[in-house]
């Protein structure tokens, strides 16, 4: 079964920055959607960036003008790109990808942790 793998997680201090990576282990045909999630203790998933084949995004406007998503299609990998971090960004992010029969895959999580 292919499964979504993520990269580039870690400590780092307010204000500053972290690129994640996500890839999958193996093909997967007709991504409708790559997207970025997380999920805070104690609180629900919610979604971070959102991009779809055609290259259009959408952002939570918690994160708007501090975090960049991008996908580059011929590695069918996409990248989350955040500037600016605040300790209210810190928890695990999850890469999602969507195909046009709307089936998810999902990662297993990255942990972002922002701290001084």
């Known amino acids: 079964q292919v499964q979504l793998v993520e990269s580039g997680g870690g400590l780092v201090q307010p204000g500053g920055s972290l690129r994640l990576s996500c890839s999958p282990s193996?093909?997967?045909?007709?991504?409708?959607?790559m997207g970025w999630y997380r999920q805070a203790p104690g609180k629900q998933r919610e979604l971070v960036a959102i991009?779809?084949?055609?290259?259009?995004?959408n952002y939570a406007d918690s994160v708007k003008g501090r975090f960049a998503i991008s996908r580059d299609n011929a590695k069918n990998t996409v990248y989350l790109q955040m500037n600016s971090l605040k300790p209210e960004d810190t928890a695990v992010y999850y890469c999602n990808y969507k195909n046009i029969g709307d089936y998810d895959y999902w990662g297993q999580g990255t942990q972002v942790t922002v701290s001084s």
């Open positions: 991009i779809t084949t055609f290259g259009s995004t």
């Open positions: 193996g093909s997967i045909f007709n991504i409708k959607t």
